[in-house]
């Protein structure tokens, strides 16, 4: 077992198959336009696949694919298809926003994929498209569904919440996860990348949302025991499903993060709010070096110490206060979710 610096296992791999996207989601990619990956830097399938087996043998048997849009990079199927296929590998999961889900998630279901998350952060039409700049709401719903009836599951939908937003809609949002039985993630709404303008005032709390499901529907929190799960599971008492929160900023998880990411263009980060990563390309062009690839992977997470969830908080209950902007991050579009 591959540990890092405070005995945290390697077992989860976040896959970015590339960094664009057809929405403009406000807490994410805010900006109209950005300086794109040139294509010929973005690694193949075969690439990813070369990586993704090195990191298997090292004790990975999850794998989520994310981006961007997953969904925008041609073929996905294909790649879905030779992850499947590693030893090892045992939970081939994706994040999308769903909105071409709908001819794609048979064919990625056929090819290996057993689960997927949605991002959807409201329900109503005219915020969905203020808060995606672009996207519609009627696609997303119809991916989720086809999503379901394809045998995906559990169906996820993340929702983060923010203040004047859309915290008004927390318990419309967990009615219609009970509904349709999709399993809804809330999460805090976290300072990712350098550009999203976060701010603290802007947080709606673990216990703020928690306390807004309770009103509505009585719940307890899950006894199962949680791992390395970053969500927070609650059930509702009626046996009508269950909902998690996701709460980096207010109780960070890092002590049990086994998460490592690897960007569209080769590098592995190690944390969610990296500045930099390690470059993996090298041992992959022009004449790949899988024994040298498998050292550098265990060498950086030898190495990894990253708990900035945890200084984050600790900054925040200082007098000081936490200023974001001193703490220059990978855009979203770079890291991948």
């Not at 540990?3 to 077992?11: E, I, Y």
């Amino acid at each position: 077992m591959l540990l890092d610096r405070f005995s945290r296992p390697l077992a989860d791999l976040r896959i970015s198959v590339t960094d664009r996207c057809n929405f403009r989601c406000t807490y994410c990619m805010p900006l109209d336009e950005y300086p794109w990956i040139e294509r010929s830097e973005i690694l193949s399938f075969e690439e990813i696949e070369r990586v993704a087996r090195s990191f298997a043998e090292h004790g990975v048997h999850k794998i989520r694919l994310t981006g961007g849009e997953p969904l925008v990079r041609k073929d996905l199927a294909r790649l879905v298809g030779m992850l499947a296929a590693i030893p090892g590998v045992d939970d081939l999961a994706m994040t999308t926003n769903a909105s071409r889900l709908t001819e794609m998630a048979k064919p990625l279901r056929d090819a290996g994929l057993r689960r997927i998350t949605v991002s959807l952060d409201t329900l109503r039409p005219d915020r969905f498209r203020a808060i995606t700049k672009r996207g519609d709401l009627e696609p997303v719903l119809a991916g989720l569904f086809a999503a379901k009836k394809a045998g995906l599951g559990p169906v996820k939908i993340n929702a983060v919440i923010e203040r004047n937003v859309n915290d008004d809609e927390i318990v419309e949002l967990a009615q219609f996860g009970r509904q349709n039985g999709f399993q809804l993630r809330f999460i805090e709404f976290m300072d990712v990348g350098n550009v999203n303008r976060w701010r603290s005032e802007k947080l709606v709390a673990k216990a703020d949302i928690v306390a807004a499901v309770a009103s509505a529907f009585p719940l307890q929190a899950s006894a199962a025991e949680r791992g390395s799960t970053p969500a927070a599971t609650y059930e509702y008492l009626d046996g009508q499903g269950s909902f998690g929160v996701i709460a980096s900023v207010t109780e960070p998880f890092c002590g049990a993060c086994s998460r490592a990411r690897l960007t569209a263009d080769g590098r592995l980060v190690t944390c969610l709010f990296s500045d930099a990563g390690e470059d993996l390309r090298p041992l992959l062009r022009p004449a790949p070096d899988d024994d040298r690839l498998s050292r550098r992977i265990a060498e950086v997470w030898g190495a990894r110490e990253d708990r900035y969830s945890e200084q984050r908080l600790t900054a925040l209950e200082s007098p000081d206060g936490y200023d974001p902007a001193s703490n220059r991050k990978l855009e979203m579009i770079r890291l991948g979710g």
